[in-house]
């Protein structure tokens, strides 16, 4: 199903094609912007932890981890798209610019069904939550191929109980957490600026996102960044 605007809306005055991702758009605009919050003032602070991050520790962090994921699964902003890379806001923002795509999905399905998703979109890499863990696990077990191993990094370390209960490593569990990929993401250089086509910036797509399932099976909706840089107000 594809969605058009009305015909009484006007016509758009921006040459959309030079905008880049959704994460320019938002790190560069709205974020970026001078009527935005002031730079020392945190923008989004987590419920659960009350941790707070400045637009400017949003954009560093977002720098730090797309430079992470490039060495660490040899991507680059301008070498053709491997067959897909997944996870939200900094891991999206960090995979958009390697011109990767994000898979987001429900933690409440079960990894057979979150596993169909990942190989419906040739996923190649899972961003999962400690509590997540083990469901998250299981489905890209069930996803990758002897071709097409499905990668899995954590959102933060799991505690130390639960790791001697899986039996794991004194790390946590043995994947590498997003912290760490930013960490090391500060020693490299910056990435090469992504050099979009005319055509690739008006097509490119930006999530697949999972229906709900209320009328039937899942399926994958494409979220283009065009499409919602539009409906963000431009």
Same mark, same amino acid.
């Given at each position: ?15 959309l094609?030079t905008?880049g ?6 790190? $560069? ?9 002031r ?11 009350q ?5 400017? $520790?949003?954009a $560093?962090n977002?720098?730090?981890l ?8 040899q991507?680059s902003p ?7 890379k997944v ?12 011109r990767g ?6 933690g ?5 069904e979150?596993?169909k ?13 400690p ?5 998250g696990? !299981?489905? !890209? !077990?069930? !996803? ?6 499905i ?8 505690a130390?109980?639960?790791?001697q209960?899986n039996?794991?490593d004194?790390?946590g ?7 760490e990929?930013?960490s090391?993401?500060?020693?490299l250089g910056?990435?090469?600026a992504?050099?979009?086509?005319? %055509? %690739? ?12 399932g209320?009328?039937?099976? $899942?399926?994958?909706?494409r ?10 107000g431009w």
């Amino acid at each position: 199903m594809i969605f058009t605007p009305p015909s009484w809306l006007p016509a758009i005055e921006h040459d959309l094609s030079t905008v880049g991702t959704v994460a320019d758009f938002a790190l $560069q605009g709205t974020l970026g912007s001078a009527s935005g919050p002031r730079v020392d003032e945190p923008t989004f602070i987590s419920a659960s932890t009350q941790k707070g991050r400045t637009p400017g $520790q949003i954009a $560093q962090n977002v720098e730090a981890l797309a430079a992470g994921l490039a060495h660490e699964l040899q991507w680059s902003p301008n070498a053709p798209a491997p067959g897909g890379k997944v996870d939200y806001l900094v891991y999206c923002w960090a995979v958009h610019p390697l011109r990767g795509t994000c898979l987001l999905l429900y933690g409440t399905p079960s990894p057979e069904e979150n596993a169909k998703h990942l190989q419906r979109s040739d996923c190649r890499t899972l961003i999962v939550s400690p509590a997540l863990l083990q469901s998250g696990h !299981a489905a !890209a !077990a069930a !996803a990758s191929t002897s071709k097409a191993e499905i990668r899995l990094y954590l959102t933060e370390r799991v505690a130390t109980d639960g790791a001697q209960a899986n039996g794991n490593d004194n790390t946590g569990t043995g994947f590498k957490t997003i912290d760490e990929l930013v960490s090391f993401g500060e020693t490299l250089g910056p990435l090469p600026a992504l050099n979009w086509s005319p %055509e %690739e910036a008006q097509s490119s797509i930006a999530y697949l996102c999972a229906t709900s399932g209320t009328s039937g099976v $899942q399926r994958l909706a494409r979220l283009s960044h065009r499409g919602i840089i539009l409906s963000s107000g431009w």
